[in-house]
Structures are given as structure tokens and as C-alpha cells.
């Protein structure tokens, strides 16, 4: 069988609002793309083939989390992550930068060596440079790869920002050595500089002069208000190139979502689809409900009449609120999956919008409600 190359094309345009399709060895992916978290190779409290139902293109899966538990040799064994976890979609593995962050109490950044921490786990120590994080992801056997970046938490501190900035550009470019060239792969680099724009257009500069096969956003989701983000990717995203996947990490809720298509980002993930359902949040197009309030418990109607696919809608919302305040494992399964497939509703709806030239109007009509 011959492999595809991995490639991007820009399908329509509507302002800065894009659509196209991110063509990989395992299959399309539809953008704007929202990616479900399988972080320790599993989507939590799902099938992986409901995940597929759900109209799902590609997943994410976590570089430290994998390193820590069960370790890359035995997925090594398995045949690589999609064996592992009998998944047929594509997979990005982030690099594991991030959890190095905000996971370890002990972590150290040497400039060399890259993180040095230990694990949340067990205290076990690892060292996790530029090379080691590509060797993982390599081994994972995933489709697309991010290179190791420190992703610093939110400050107005310009120094600590640029300087953080630096360490990234370095470590950037010891990934893409590491990486070497693959057309079946795609590696691609993370644009760092926290809320200031022209920190942010440095770091563009240097990972183009490097070349990547795609531009994420990071260093956002981090606790800055979310018209703080938006001014972020107004004066990034224009500069970033047209002709590759923009990737903006960790993000976020439906109306984070739609706001920054509306400034022409291409790919989205974010654990809160997963983890709200296993709270009893979801997410509708009428906006949110907590599933667990008293005023449930006499409503027979289900959280969308309209939804179909796994038989969703015969599940009332009087049941799913018994369920939760009985602690049935069942619940967070119904809401879970139902979150995640409201998700990629979300993104069908966007991407049929932009291709009808109508996506501003649906952007305004739904930006508040949800």
C-alpha cells in the first residue's frame, strides 16, 4: 500500500475564517478540526469507535503522560500508540512540555539538558530534552509531532517571557534536527511570547527561518482573559503562513472556538468537552446546563431531541441527573460522548458556514450563547 504524504489545502475562505483539509497516511482531517484528548491513550469513559461516530477526524494524545505510564517501550511492543489503543484516526502527540510545567513541583529547565523533574507519579527522575521528546513521539508512532517548548504560566513580565522565548527557539530547532524529514509526518513548531505581540511575531520569525510543516499558538489557556487571547491571534495570525495548519493548544470552549476561526485558526483541543461531562456540564445549542441541578430531576425531555447517533436522545435529563447524583459510571459516558459529539456538531456547523460565506453571521448569532 502506498502512503499518502502528509499535506494541507485551503478549501474556502470567508475573511480570515478558513476551511480545508490536512491530508495524512491514516485519513482526512476536516478543518477547522477539533481534537478530543486521549491523554493517557484513552478518550476518558468513551469507546474509541464512538469517538469515530462522533465525526471525529483526530485525536491527541500526551507525550509525559505515555513516558510516565506504561512507558514507550511497551507501546513500542504494541506496535506504536494507534495498535496500543486500537485507533484507526490520526494522532498528534503533544511533546510534554507543558505537564512538565504544570504537573511537577520539582522541575528544573536547563538549557541543555532540557526538563529535568520528576514524576507526579512516583517521583521518578527524567530528563526530557528537545531530542528525547522527538525519540517518544517517534516511537508513539504518531502523525504529527510538536516540538519541546517551555510554556511559561501567565505574567506581565517581558524579560521572563523573552527569555523563555529563547530557550523555545533553541529547543525548536533541536526538534526539527531530531525530527529529520519524514513525508508521511508532520512536525510543527509552537509559537511562543505570551500576551505581547511583537515577542509573539519574534518567535513566528524564527521557527519560519527553521520551517515547519505547521504553526501552533501556545503559552494561551492560561489563565488571561479570553479578549486577551482573541488580541493575541488578531495580531498573530495574519502573519502566520496560509499554506499550513494553524494550531491553537488547549483550547478551549465553543465560543473560544468561534472566535478564533473567526481569525483563521485551523485545529483546536481541550480536555473540556471530557472532563465537564464527568462533572455534569454540557454543552448544547441552547448553552450550557449543569445536569445535577434539582430542576432536572422532573424534566423528561432529553439534552438535544435532535441528536441521533447513539440513540443520545432516549436518555431524559430526570435519568442522566439520577445517574450522576447516584455516582453511575454510565453517567459520565452519556455526557462525555454527548459533549464530544455537540463538539464536532459545532465544527460541521462551522465548517458548512465558511464554505456558504455565512460564518460571521453564524458567529454572532451563537458567540454568546455559548
Known amino acids: 500500500?502506498?502512503?499518502?504524504?502528509?499535506?494541507?489545502?485551503?478549501?474556502?475562505?470567508?475573511?480570515?475564517?478558513?476551511?480545508?483539509?490536512?491530508?495524512?497516511?491514516?485519513?482526512?482531517i476536516k478543518t477547522p478540526a477539533f481534537m478530543p484528548v486521549g491523554t493517557q491513550a484513552t478518550v476518558k469513559a468513551t469507546f474509541i469507535d464512538d469517538i469515530v461516530e462522533t465525526g471525529s477526524d483526530i485525536i491527541l494524545s500526551n507525550t509525559y503522560h505515555l513516558m510516565i505510564r506504561p512507558g514507550v517501550d511497551r507501546i513500542i511492543d504494541a506496535g506504536g500508540l494507534h495498535?496500543?489503543?486500537?485507533?484507526?484516526?490520526?494522532?498528534?502527540?503533544?511533546?510534554?512540555?507543558?505537564?512538565?510545567?504544570?504537573?511537577?513541583?520539582?522541575?528544573?529547565?536547563?538549557?541543555?539538558?532540557?526538563?529535568?523533574?520528576?514524576?507526579?507519579?512516583?517521583?521518578?527522575?527524567?530528563?526530557?530534552?528537545?531530542?528525547?521528546?522527538?525519540?517518544?513521539?517517534?516511537?508513539?508512532?504518531?502523525?504529527?509531532?510538536?516540538?519541546?517548548?517551555?510554556?511559561?504560566?501567565?505574567?506581565?513580565?517581558?524579560?521572563?517571557?523573552?527569555?523563555?522565548?529563547?530557550?523555545?527557539?533553541?529547543?525548536a530547532r533541536r526538534s526539527k534536527d531530531a525530527f529529520g524529514s519524514n513525508p508521511h509526518k508532520a512536525l510543527f513548531g509552537i509559537i511562543q511570547g505570551g500576551l505581547f505581540d511583537d515577542l509573539r511575531m519574534e518567535s513566528l520569525k524564527q521557527?519560519?527561518?527553521?520551517?515547519?510543516?505547521?504553526?501552533?499558538?501556545?503559552?494561551?489557556?492560561?489563565?488571561?482573559?479570553?479578549?486577551?487571547?482573541?488580541?493575541?491571534?488578531?495580531?498573530?495570525?495574519?502573519?502566520?503562513?496560509?499554506?499550513?495548519?494553524?494550531y491553537l493548544m488547549g483550547v478551549g470552549t465553543p465560543s473560544d472556538i468561534l472566535g478564533a476561526v473567526k481569525r483563521g485558526i485551523d485545529m483546536f483541543d481541550c480536555v473540556m468537552p471530557s472532563r465537564s461531562g464527568r462533572t455534569g456540564l454540557a454543552f448544547t445549542w441552547q448553552g450550557r446546563l449543569n445536569i445535577r441541578n434539582a430542576k432536572y430531576q422532573r424534566d423528561n425531555s432529553p439534552l438535544d431531541t435532535n441528536c441521533s447517533k447513539f440513540s443520545l436522545n432516549k436518555y431524559s435529563k430526570n435519568y442522566i441527573n439520577h445517574l450522576f447524583n447516584t455516582n453511575e459510571i454510565l453517567a459520565s459516558m452519556l455526557l462525555t460522548l454527548h459533549n464530544i459529539n455537540f463538539y464536532q456538531e459545532l465544527m460541521q456547523s462551522i465548517r458548512e458556514n465558511i464554505k456558504k460565506g455565512t460564518f460571521s453571521e453564524f458567529h454572532d448569532q451563537y458567540i454568546n450563547i455559548l
Open 83 to 171: 495498535e496500543f489503543m486500537n485507533c484507526k484516526l490520526p494522532i498528534l502527540t503533544d511533546s510534554g512540555g507543558f505537564q512538565v510545567m504544570s504537573l511537577s513541583k520539582l522541575a528544573k529547565i536547563d538549557f541543555e539538558k532540557g526538563a529535568i523533574f520528576n514524576s507526579h507519579i512516583d517521583g521518578k527522575k527524567f530528563i526530557l530534552s528537545p531530542e528525547e521528546s522527538i525519540r517518544i513521539q517517534k516511537g508513539l508512532n504518531s502523525d504529527i509531532l510538536m516540538v519541546l517548548d517551555e510554556c511559561p504560566k501567565n505574567t506581565n513580565d517581558k524579560k521572563l517571557i523573552e527569555k523563555s522565548l529563547q530557550l523555545s527557539t533553541y529547543w
Open 207 to 246: 521557527l519560519e527561518k527553521i520551517d515547519f510543516d505547521g504553526y501552533a499558538v501556545g503559552g494561551l489557556a492560561v489563565g488571561e482573559e479570553q479578549s486577551e487571547m482573541f488580541k493575541v491571534l488578531d495580531g498573530i495570525t495574519k502573519f502566520m503562513p496560509k499554506n499550513k495548519p494553524r
Open 1 to 28: 500500500m502506498t502512503l499518502k504524504k502528509i499535506s494541507f489545502n485551503v478549501n474556502a475562505t470567508e475573511h480570515n475564517a478558513r476551511t480545508g483539509t490536512i491530508v495524512t497516511r491514516r485519513g482526512d
